[in-house]
């Protein structure tokens, strides 16, 4: 599924697709060819969104209005510019499932409205040129981060409960002087059983750990390490690999910190 291949970049197609309560299912790569990356890409409503395991999405911008089940990446997924509202991916669904590394450019910001689970597969590492966004409108969702997110001196937020599934590196940040604002509205676990780290760098921008962000509640990290310019922090506890904050301007502490075997 490609556009024309000219090598023209006038001729990227947009494809607007409306599955109802159906599904979509791409079993080759999208716009993959040399010349043949897709435009504007837009899922109206589907149930099912899936582009197969290992197979590349390849596009100007990915615009899911509607997604009743699971939006799944099986490979890789790139786009170069921004949709109406300035994002490269702009997804509203039920769960979302990323197994491939996840690259924008063109100043294409990532919104991701997840009432179901947002996964980050082991292989699938976030490089954003512009936010990144996770929250749920409609209802509660939840996270599972098993690769790293890198934003382009952009914001870094999520609104829901995350749980490791890897050690971690979030970073707002390409130098200490710039920066963004990287928070959580929710709690931070390890997986059941195994202890993974947290590493929050944010340059001149602030760290933000909302009142239920607790980290490490329910399952210890092994290290947790902060940086930026305030810090605004609530329960930690880690394994004894222990903790690190650094801050340029303030920390807030507001809580309690435990670092212990177990």
Request: charge should be negative.
């Amino acid at each position: 599924l490609n556009s024309a291949d000219d090598g023209s970049a006038s001729l990227l197609r947009d494809l607007t697709l409306n599955a109802g309560d159906g599904d979509f299912a791409v079993n080759n790569a999208v716009g993959n060819t040399q010349h043949g990356r897709l435009g504007d890409v837009t899922v109206v409503s589907a149930a099912d969104v899936t582009v197969n395991p290992g197979q590349a999405f390849k596009a100007t911008t990915f615009t899911q209005q509607a997604g009743f089940n699971a939006t799944t990446f099986g490979g890789v997924v790139s786009t170069t510019g921004q949709n109406a509202d300035g994002y490269g991916i702009d997804i509203t669904g039920t769960h979302a499932t990323f197994n491939g590394a996840v690259t924008t450019t063109g100043s294409g910001a990532v919104r991701i409205d997840n009432v179901g689970v947002l996964t980050v597969g082991p292989s699938a590492a976030f490089d954003v040129d512009g936010a990144f966004t996770q929250l749920s409108t409609n209802g509660t969702g939840g996270v599972r981060l098993a690769s790293n997110i890198t934003t382009a001196d952009a914001p870094l937020s999520f609104a829901d409960a995350i749980t490791l599934d890897g050690n971690i590196a979030l970073d707002s940040s390409s130098s200490a002087s710039t920066g963004g604002l990287v928070s959580f509205g929710d709690r931070v676990d390890s997986a059941t059983g195994t202890a993974y780290s947290l590493a929050v760098t944010a340059g001149a921008g602030n760290v933000e750990f909302a009142p239920a962000a607790r980290v490490g509640s329910q399952t210890r990290l092994s290290k947790v390490s902060i940086s930026g310019a305030d810090l605004t922090l609530r329960d930690v506890s880690t394994t004894s690999q222990g903790q690190t904050y650094t801050a340029s301007g303030t920390i807030y502490t507001n809580s309690t910190y435990s670092s212990e075997a177990g």
